[in-house]
């Protein structure tokens, strides 16, 4: 049963090794190959031996040569890269175990992806001109250890306690093709979701329509916009006390805007007030809403605010994402809540944590007697608390303020994790 054939789809994807005697489109004879290693003292008599067929795949590893001529100071820039790729190939990516590596696959899967990026790596366009000869310069400057097997060249070994070595100061991957391409491939496997955008909005307090904002009862307004209509309001009806700037007036309309609806008991209310105290109780008395826009929603969408302790009494919050853990008879769950707020189909985001962190989870429907509005809960085992928060900033582009997690102490993950069994791209 033929399982391999020399050229095809296989032998491609297993890095286009040519056996010897196989040289293009000929096959020449060749030499029965000794079956056992033979390590090379000066690596000079393996280097002298290397096949046609060898020198035929390295061609495939290099760049084109072009045909303009080489000036002496290019190959010797060259000459440098090589070395460069050579020591950041060894500093951050080839591990003792990996070794001996055949040397073409030491070029290309090692040397060539260190390189920085923009930058092409020629050995022809080098003073070597040759791998083996550079590599054969490399053993003699003490950094490799070369041998053979079978008619191939290998590196055996890296010596780590040559000084050129540890000296060396390898770039950031980011810096490397490697890590560019990295990065490429990271953003193309990512969905194109644009980060969601939250506008905090007001809504005046009903006692201000007619006396210092429109009667547009479906109107929103930023929060310096209403800052705007007091101060106007406030400058139109000569509310400054003239004996003390930082004391308004409050006359019947303002006052009904500070504190209408609110008890206060046999207390008469103020007639005089600091500005930043007005300003502060004015801002209160507004309903707070949050408009927000991208991420998984279809269209811009208006919510109103939900209220959260705070340094001075509660604080507005968008409407975000519930993730809780907890433990039922005895065993760790994580529950997420209200993703359909946000646009993200809950049952879909569920198949997905599963083939994220390979954890058994349950999909809850329930409607609301008030409303009918329907709201989903997901119900992971064990603690996934962190890994949720990165996930839905990561892929869902959430941001920070729209996420409410309550999980402390004991019950919350140690740190974001996923399954052994999965890799992600």
Not at 62 to 82: G, H, S, V, Y
Not at 169 to 197: L, M, R, W
Not at 238 to 261: N, R, T
Request: charged content about 30%; hydrophobic content about 30%; some cysteine.
């Amino acid at each position: 049963q033929v399982l391999q054939v020399y050229g095809d789809t296989l032998w491609e994807f297993a890095g286009s090794h040519r056996p010897p005697g196989f040289v293009d489109g000929e096959v020449l004879a060749t030499e029965e190959p000794s079956s056992t290693d033979q390590t090379s003292t000066s690596g000079t008599e393996a280097i002298e031996t290397e096949t046609k067929a060898e020198d035929a795949d390295l061609e495939q590893n290099e760049e084109e040569e072009t045909t303009q001529p080489i000036t002496q100071e290019e190959r010797e820039e060259m000459d440098k890269l090589l070395e460069f790729c050579f020591l950041q190939a060894a500093r951050t990516r080839v591990k003792d175990k990996d070794l001996p590596i055949e040397i073409s696959l030491f070029f290309s899967q090692y040397m060539r992806p260190a390189r920085p990026k923009g930058t092409l790596v020629d050995i022809k366009k080098s003073t070597h001109k040759k791998l083996t000869t550079f590599l054969s310069y490399l053993q003699s400057e003490e950094l490799i250890k070369l041998s053979t097997n079978k008619g191939q060249t290998r590196v055996s070994q890296v010596i780590r306690k040559n000084p050129t070595y540890y000296e060396f100061q390898p770039i950031p991957f980011e810096e490397t093709e490697e890590g560019v391409k990295a990065a490429e491939d990271e953003a193309a496997s990512k969905p194109a979701v644009p980060p969601i955008e939250v506008e905090e909005l007001y809504k005046p307090h009903k006692s201000m329509y007619g006396v210092m904002f429109p009667q547009d009862r479906e109107a929103y307004y930023s929060a310096q916009q209403c800052r705007d209509f007091l101060n106007n309001y406030i400058k139109d009806q000569g509310l400054v006390d003239p004996s003390s700037q930082g004391q308004i007036v409050l006359d019947p309309q303002l006052c009904d805007a500070l504190f209408e609806g609110e008890s206060h008991g046999n207390n008469p209310l103020p007639t005089h007030m600091n500005r930043a105290e007005v300003s502060k109780r004015f801002t209160r008395r507004l309903g707070a809403y949050f408009r927000m826009k991208g991420g998984k929603l279809k269209k811009p969408s208006t919510f109103p605010a939900r209220m959260v302790p705070g340094k001075d009494g509660k604080e507005p919050r968008p409407p975000g994402v519930s993730i809780k853990t907890e433990t039922r008879r005895g065993h760790n769950v994580t529950l997420v809540r209200n993703l359909e707020l946000l646009g993200i189909d809950p049952e879909v985001f569920a198949q997905e944590m599963k083939t994220v962190f390979a954890a058994s989870s349950t999909f809850e429907a329930t409607e609301s007697e008030k409303d009918g509005r329907k709201s989903y809960e997901i119900m992971f085992q064990g603690f996934w608390d962190k890994t949720l928060a990165e996930h839905l900033g990561e892929v869902y582009r959430l941001p920070k303020i729209c996420m409410e997690i309550q999980a402390k102490g004991k019950n919350t993950e140690k740190g974001p994790k996923q399954a052994s069994n999965v890799v992600r791209s």
